[in-house]
């Protein structure tokens, strides 16, 4: 048997008729054992990226504006999927963790970082895959370089304690500081290859 690494991207986990759609093609093939997820992407044409709203909140955060509606824009979303796919997950103790860092003057890289980290724990419980963050696993250095060798020892490691995982995209951490390191737009992709590696 072979192991197969899939990475889904922003529409096809969007809401849960995407996302059950997802789950028939990774269970259409065993060899499917590795799974990269983005954050939700647009539901429809006007609709917003789980992504956008997250990058909204921080502005409102250093403008000194109300940001809880947008916020809970985000949670209200998650919340709904969750229900439509009758998913066992406590995603509220991740919005408060979320929210209080937020309040605490998080980066923009950790915020944004959130909606592949939430939509990774949502669909692990989904598929009943274990859910293996990348922070600490993909590896930045000063500069915002990707740290290859460290980074393929540490995903490898990682991932020999998990017969099936489910991983959020987009986000590693530095070297420097221990903090959250995203890649540009677009970086689940990378992710995705960074695991399959």
Do not use: W
Not at 170 to 195: E, H, N, Q
Request: glycine share 10%; with cysteine; charged share 25%.
């Amino acid at each position: 048997m072979g192991v197969k690494v899939a990475k889904f991207g922003g529409s096809s986990v969007a809401d849960g008729i995407q996302l059950t759609k997802t789950k028939q093609i990774i269970e259409a093939d065993p060899e499917r054992k590795y799974i990269v997820v983005s954050a939700p992407g647009k539901r429809f044409d006007g609709d917003n990226k789980i992504t956008d709203l997250l990058y909204l909140c921080k502005t409102h955060m250093e403008h000194n504006l109300p940001y809880d509606q947008i916020f809970q824009v985000v949670t209200d979303r998650f919340m709904a999927v969750k229900l439509n796919l009758g998913v066992e997950v406590d995603l509220q103790v991740h919005f408060d963790i979320i929210k209080d860092n937020l309040k605490k003057g998080c980066s923009a890289d950790y915020i944004a970082s959130r909606g592949e980290y939430l939509n990774a724990v949502l669909v692990a419980a989904f598929l009943g895959y274990d859910f293996v963050d990348t922070e600490g696993l993909i590896q930045f250095d000063a500069k915002g370089r990707l740290m290859q060798e460290a980074t393929d020892e540490a995903l490898r490691a990682e991932l020999a304690k998990h017969e099936k995982a489910v991983l959020p995209g987009f986000y590693g951490t530095s070297a420097v500081d221990g903090k959250v390191k995203t890649f540009s737009r677009g970086g689940s992709d990378i992710t995705g290859s960074l695991v399959a590696r």
